[in-house]
């Protein structure tokens, strides 16, 4: 065989495994029918170029994470959202539920994170054990842990929320441009000269410490042509009736969930991409059960074994920060299941037992990110944009 062949063959088995190992984007807008990747700030990224997203086909271990209840700060009222009721857009008060399984369904939806279903998760301080502080009972408290089962808890705050509407007809209304049955129930309620706000404040807590991990602030805002777009890309995960259809066709309605997409956005970027991390359950002769399933853990993945040591407690506030974990052995992973794991130590300085914590030495898959094209700046129709995805 010539050099100049095996050149050429080395240099493409080199393309195809960098084309193998080389990680997709994390998310992808759709502008005029065509995915850009997105940039690693979204600051400059026009907000309608954030309702519609295409997720990367992430297949590495996911986040176990839950939605606390969405709080409402602004002047506003909130009301619940139920059964087949649509949105009124003249209304001015936040449809807290709905904003609450928006964000479940778009964290749901970047295929990073396993959401745990949970309807009102509450504050973090009534989900931990403060001991002496009598805030919760130490029963209650482990019965609150095992159904929880998160590794963090997203609480969100919505600081800003400007609908953009006004009850005087303008044109043919919003019905016209809408039709259909949510044309006649919005026919009569015109856009006003505002534009429509929303402000939403996101904390990421660890479930385990109580400690704040990440916090972010995000604002967004569509002018009064959000109504000319159709729906973003609100999906079922969670039964809200009329109120999907409708609330999406809004200014307000695409402006919070560009805002929420870029919260998902901002979450993977701040723990999206971290090794799997779990617990022994229980210890059966030579079967470690560890609380990682499918999503978390694979066959033949191998995982330190580390033992919490004693907790230290600040003594100013008394709050738990945490322990300086030992590290005891590995284990390794025989058989993966839906919610959990099947594994055999492989050494291991101590006897291992239940409730020992687990890490996988698999390296997580890099974040990557798009650069940042006037496409991803201006409306959509504004620009014709290049497909770049690859």
Request: charged residues 20%.
């Amino acid at each position: 065989m010539s050099k100049v062949m095996l050149i050429g063959i080395f240099a493409v088995g080199s393309l195809l495994a960098a084309s193998v190992c080389r990680a997709e984007y994390i998310a992808y807008s759709t502008v005029n029918g065509q995915e850009i990747p997105l940039p690693q700030d979204l600051t400059p990224v026009h907000t309608l170029n954030l309702v519609n997203l295409t997720w990367s086909n992430f297949a590495g271990s996911r986040t176990r994470m839950a939605v606390s209840k969405v709080d409402n700060t602004t002047t506003y009222a909130s009301y619940n959202v139920g059964g087949d009721t649509e949105y009124d857009v003249g209304t001015a008060t936040v449809p807290i539920n709905g904003i609450e399984a928006m964000i479940t369904d778009a964290m749901n939806r970047t295929n990073r994170f396993r959401m745990v279903e949970r309807q009102a998760v509450g504050h973090i301080l009534q989900e931990q054990d403060f001991g002496a502080s009598g805030r919760v009972a130490q029963p209650s408290a482990a019965k609150t842990g095992n159904v929880l089962g998160a590794q963090f808890l997203l609480e969100a705050v919505i600081t800003n929320y400007e609908a953009g509407v006004s009850n005087k007809k303008v044109g043919g209304g919003i019905g016209g441009l809408l039709g259909g049955r949510t044309g006649a129930i919005l026919g009569g309620i015109g856009v006003s000269k505002s534009t429509a706000a929303f402000g939403m404040n996101i904390r990421l807590v660890d479930a385990a410490t109580s400690e704040v991990v990440f916090t972010k602030q995000i604002n967004r805002e569509i002018k009064q042509s959000g109504l000319t777009f159709g729906a973003g890309g609100f999906g079922g995960g969670v039964a809200l009736g009329g109120f999907a259809g409708s609330y999406t066709r809004t200014p307000i309605g695409q402006t919070v969930f560009a805002a929420i997409n870029e919260a998902a956005y901002e979450l993977i970027q701040a723990i999206g991409a971290q090794s799997a991390a779990g617990s022994v359950i229980k210890v059966e002769g030579r079967n470690v059960y560890l609380n990682l399933g499918v999503g978390a853990v694979q066959v033949g993945d191998r995982l330190t074994l580390k033992r919490p040591g004693s907790a230290l407690i600040d003594p100013e506030t008394g709050i738990s920060l945490g322990s300086e974990d030992e590290e005891i052995g590995t284990v390794h992973v025989d058989q993966v299941k839906d919610k959990f794991s099947i594994g055999s130590v492989n050494a291991s300085r101590k006897p291992v037992k239940a409730k020992d914590r687990v890490i996988s030495q698999r390296a997580p898959q890099s974040l990557e990110f798009g650069v940042l094209v006037p496409e991803l700046q201006k409306a959509p129709g504004k620009t014709k944009a290049k497909s770049t995805r690859r």
